[in-house]
């Protein structure tokens, strides 16, 4: 059953045409959910309305500001215990290599030279294999899986570009001030 114009009727306490009445009348006669939300609607229109005791408003704004100042000063805490057991846990596992570099300098830094020539020399023989493949595979693959090949490159550039300009080209969206 759609409750939606009855409700809206109902909660917004708008002036209804006798066609509306008529049809809210109706509606109440056999909606159980409605019948409810109008006897509430009506029980608390009735309802006196009690003025607030004298500095309500202050005494409001003064526990909010209070509240305010205590939550700052609860998330300062947090982070200074979260940063403080990062540093921790950091020194924690950090410490035996800490110690290695104090203790054996000579040690860590031929481990480091030794990365170091490991990582220039796997760079190179990576470089004289494409260079290879790339002399070589010319003669194995036909030109046309070529032209798919540089086709299909050219495509997933052309839809990369593409996105990217309808991406920087929209319009801001968002509440205007």
């Known amino acids: 059953m759609n409750h939606q114009p009855f409700e809206e009727w109902l909660l917004n306490d708008k002036n209804l045409t006798p066609v509306e009445k008529r049809e809210l009348?109706?509606?109440l006669r056999t909606c159980v959910h409605c019948?409810?939300?109008s006897a509430t609607g009506l029980a608390l229109r009735s309802a006196n309305v009690v003025a607030p005791a004298a500095g309500f408003s202050m005494r409001f704004q003064q526990r909010l500001?209070?509240?305010k100042i205590a939550e700052r000063?609860?998330?300062?805490?947090?982070v200074i215990i979260?940063?403080?057991?990062?540093?921790?846990?950091?020194?924690w596992f950090a410490a035996p290599a800490i110690y290695s570099v104090i203790t054996a300098p000579v040690e860590w830094i031929t481990?480091?030279?030794?990365?170091?020539?490991?990582?220039?020399?796997?760079l190179q023989a990576v470089t004289e294999v494409l260079a290879v493949l790339v002399r070589v595979a010319p003669g194995f693959i036909p030109p046309y899986v070529w032209m798919v090949f540089v086709s299909a490159l050219a495509g997933f550039g052309l839809l990369w570009i593409v996105s990217i300009w309808r991406f920087s080209n929209r319009a801001p969206?968002?509440?205007?001030a």
């Open 25 to 27: 009348n109706s509606h």
């Open 35 to 37: 019948t409810a939300l």
């Open 65 to 67: 500001a209070a509240q």
């Open 73 to 78: 000063r609860r998330r300062l805490w947090g």
């Open 82 to 91: 979260l940063v403080l057991s990062g540093l921790g846990l950091f020194g």
């Open 111 to 122: 481990v480091v030279i030794g990365y170091f020539l490991f990582a220039i020399t796997s």
């Open 173 to 176: 969206q968002g509440v205007s």
